[in-house]
């Protein structure tokens, strides 16, 4: 049964269960989650590795039997109904799927036959432009850059046009500028109308791509809501003041005045200053220290990252959060 | 089968893009022959009743038709499919997930049936002669294909199961007592007696009967033919299920 929700992807309860093998207890790997993805939207699926971000793609994408629960993608029930639900989506997995013996125009065409794309030809050469890749088109893959392959492997995603397309740590593994490429794919391909479920362990990544996103740790979610609504749940902006030593005491006394002031903690080389309006009060802040006789050195304001939404769900940071720190 | 034709297609231009692996396998069992031939020609000459005639590399022909085209190379394309993610491309693609054995086995079909028209040329450079004349060579070819597709079934079932390729490639020492266990050097009356039996359990012994009568005879012996055709689409229908159960375990 097809149904006409507003949702392009709905989760209630889902659970995948590992038996386990030779007495061995089995593993629990995504513990009930629910999630709502609007059709249109790039909603983010963000937690550290083995938190069942892979895991809970591969059921919705049907390549792992679904333990416990109920998953809806593009208005279709995945455990009764797989076969319409790969009609509809497409996927390109961590693994980049594609045999370095075939050109990158084959393995276009071979796909668009698997999905009996019409005028396969036309097809190909429009997706290849699409992800740049015409000029290398008819060399084989193994010749191919990580970012090639990244593109091409896109590209196969997206030869029959789904309606939700899974990507799960597409930009693992590249470099700083095949990442910023595949950054612009993904939103072009969005702005064509396709609903983009994206995985990632980098937190720069959620918040330049997605509208939405959810947190999970431990195969449960912690967090969810827009980028922005999650560091501003968070409260405070913070600004930094570059003091000597000397100067904490008096510092923290002049700065007791502040308006909007949360919190103040010692920083490693002066004061961290936690207010609602930080922008705001970075010149009440450097008021306030000059009155008192001291002159910071250094004055920075800072907004709450995605690392901070996660250190307040998970009560850690995320490991390798950003690529430079997976490297 | 349209998905089995595309996806065989594929495996095809990988055989011609990586021809050591064809190469490999054609230059074993003909460098058997000619060294076996080498030692017993002598020995086994045209007289030797059980050679009705022939050389003794037509009695060794069939054998190395079946040794041509015994191979791992299907499972070791498959396991290499899973590793890079291309299986679970094609799980998530909407096509019949049979087609995913079915392409690989249908690739197998066509390699067969090239490599066994060279083992066949180049016996016939040694003296070997097709007694059943055309009709005998279109068969011996596409037998011997044929019994390479079921063959592949072992591999590939080991190669889904297992997802690893040390142990794929090991699944080749299976196919040591399979051939050895036979009457490949002399016909199965003359083996000695515990051997006769393990030959006679064989099904690789009807193969290599059913080819090899081919070869010897003037006129087709439909009892070993029969006996050959049976057995490779028995081992065919039994390889090939294990193969498709594999597959379908692939993704718990």
């Not at chain 1, 097809?2 to 590992?18: H, M, P, Q, W």
């Not at chain 1, 980049?96 to 990158?104: E, I, K, M």
């Not at chain 1, 091409?152 to 597409?170: I, R």
């Not at chain 2, 142990?167 to 040591?176: G, K, L």
């Given at each position: ?67 416990d629960g109920q998953a809806q993608v593009a208005g279709v029930d995945v455990g009764s109904n ?246 | ?252």
């Amino acid at each position: 049964m097809v149904t006409d929700s507003e949702f392009a992807i709905e989760v209630r309860g889902l659970v995948k269960r590992y038996r386990g093998s030779r007495g061995q207890a089995g593993v629990e790997a995504v513990r009930g989650i629910d999630l709502s993805v609007r059709r249109g939207e790039v909603f983010g699926f963000l937690g550290p590795n083995g938190a069942g971000k892979t895991t809970t793609v591969r059921m919705l994408c049907t390549l792992l039997p679904i333990t416990d629960g109920q998953a809806q993608v593009a208005g279709v029930d995945v455990g009764s109904n797989p076969a319409e639900v790969r009609r509809r989506i497409g996927v390109a997995l961590q693994e980049v799927g594609l045999d370095p013996r075939q050109t990158g125009r084959e393995l276009l065409e071979l796909q668009c036959g698997l999905y009996r794309v019409p005028r396969p030809a036309e097809r190909c050469a429009e997706l290849l432009a699409l992800v740049g890749l015409s000029e290398a088109a008819d060399r084989t893959v193994k010749t191919y850059s990580g970012g090639m392959r990244r593109r091409l492997d896109l590209a196969t995603a997206l030869v029959h046009e789904p309606q939700v397309l899974f990507l799960d740590e597409p930009t693992t593994g590249l470099d700083p500028a095949s990442r910023a490429t595949v950054w612009d794919e993904v939103r072009r391909i969005n702005a064509a109308g396709t609903t983009v479920f994206l995985t990632t362990q980098y937190l720069e990544e959620a918040d330049q791509l997605c509208r939405r996103l959810a947190i999970i740790d431990d195969g449960r979610l912690v967090a969810g809501g827009t980028p922005d609504a999650l560091k501003a749940e968070l409260g405070s902006d913070v600004i930094t003041v570059g003091l000597r030593p000397d100067e904490h005491l008096a510092g923290r006394d002049a700065l007791a005045a502040l308006p909007g002031l949360d919190h103040l903690t010692d920083a490693a080389e002066g004061l961290a200053v936690y207010v609602t309006e930080g922008a705001a009060a970075v010149a009440d802040v450097v008021r306030l220290l000059v009155e008192a006789g001291i002159r910071p050195g250094t004055v920075s304001l800072a907004r709450p990252t995605l690392d901070d939404v996660f250190l307040a769900s998970t009560g850690r940071r995320i490991e390798g959060g950003t690529p430079e720190a997976a490297a | 089968m349209r998905e089995i034709l595309l996806l065989a297609r594929r495996a095809v231009r990988e055989v011609y893009r990586l021809p050591a692996a064809t190469i490999s396998a054609v230059f074993i069992p003909v460098f058997f022959m000619v060294v076996n031939i080498g030692q017993v020609n002598k020995i086994f000459s045209p007289s030797t009743p059980f050679l009705h005639g022939q050389h003794y590399v037509a009695f060794q022909l069939p054998v190395s038709l079946v040794f041509a085209v015994s191979t791992v190379t299907s499972g070791l394309a498959m396991v290499t499919d899973i590793d890079i993610g291309y299986v679970d491309k094609l799980l998530a693609a909407p096509i019949r997930r049979t087609a995913i054995v079915w392409g690989r086995l249908a690739a197998d079909l066509v390699r067969g049936t090239a490599v066994s028209a060279l083992v066949l040329f180049v016996g016939f450079l040694l003296g070997a002669r097709v007694r059943t004349g055309v009709v005998g060579i279109v068969l011996l070819i596409l037998l011997s294909a044929l019994w390479g597709v079921a063959y592949a079934g072992i591999a590939m079932a080991v190669a889904l199961k297992s997802k690893n390729v040390q142990t794929t490639n090991a699944s080749f020492i299976v196919f040591f007592p399979l051939l050895f266990l036979t009457p490949n050097f002399v016909p199965l009356e003359l083996l000695a007696g515990p051997l006769r039996t393990l030959a006679r359990l064989n099904p690789v012994t009807y193969v290599i009967t059913g080819l090899r009568d081919l070869v010897l005879f003037p006129s087709i012996h439909w009892g070993s033919l029969g006996a050959c055709v049976l057995t490779i689409a028995l081992t065919g229908v039994v390889l090939t299920f294990f193969s498709l159960r594999a597959l379908s375990q692939i993704a718990e």
